[in-house]
């Protein structure tokens, strides 16, 4: 039999707090210097670590959180994505580096960020979100947002995403990390 599992959240704005709340069976506070040391059993952030200014120090605060045992595992956009490793699209550049992402990371980047925090790497999985359909659009309309029929002519495009994950060329990495 699964234990229960205890929920919290924080979340920075208020529509995104209220909305956090149905998920979660604990507290949910705006400002991790809310949060009491619960020493929790994992912390996860999916596409937020991005926006961090200061690195480190988040993952100080999310470290000091953490069990002896515990985890951190986080989603990011990855630096790697095909569209600027492969494919050198500047309009995709333009739409991923701007000021709401002071750091784009890949897993050399995160080795570094995560290692300053003395947390050691566990594991790291490349996931490609996105398929043919959307780096065509890319090309052809400049700008994000998809394209109908490129969307019907390629919406089973598995191999190429798999093919993406297999080089390590992906638009989104999760890394996780343990106390170490």
């Known amino acids: ?3 229960t ?3 919290h959240a924080c ?21 991790l210097d809310n949060v009491k040391e619960n020493n929790f ?12 200014r200061k690195p480190v120090e988040f993952l100080n605060t999310c470290k000091s959180l953490l069990n002896k ?16 490793t492969l494919y050198n699209c500047e309009e995709f550049k333009d739409f991923v580096f701007q000021p ?11 080795d570094y960020v995560f290692n300053k925090s003395v947390l050691k790497k566990e ?33 089973n495009n598995i191999e190429y995403k798999n093919k993406l994950e297999d080089i390590k060329k992906t638009d989104t990495i999760f890394y996780i990390a343990r106390l170490g």
């Not at 709401?100 to 995160?110: A, D, G, R, T, V």
Request: with cysteine.
């Open 123 to 155: 594991e790291v999985i490349y996931y490609q979100r996105y398929g043919l359909e959307n780096h065509l659009s890319w090309f052809k309309n400049k700008k994000s947002g998809g394209d109908v029929k490129l969307t019907e002519l390629f919406e």
């Open 11 to 31: 979340e920075l704005t208020i529509n995104n707090l209220e909305y956090s709340k149905q998920f979660i069976s604990g507290s949910a506070n705006n400002s």
């Open 100 to 110: 709401m992402h002071p750091m784009i990371y890949n897993e050399k980047s995160l």
């Open 5 to 7: 599992c205890n929920t």
């Open 69 to 84: 045992e515990g985890c951190i595992l986080i989603e990011v956009p990855c630096s790697d994505d095909p569209l600027i």
């Open 41 to 52: 059993d994992v912390i996860c952030m999916f596409h937020v670590f991005e926006h961090i």
């Open 1 to 3: 039999m699964l234990d």
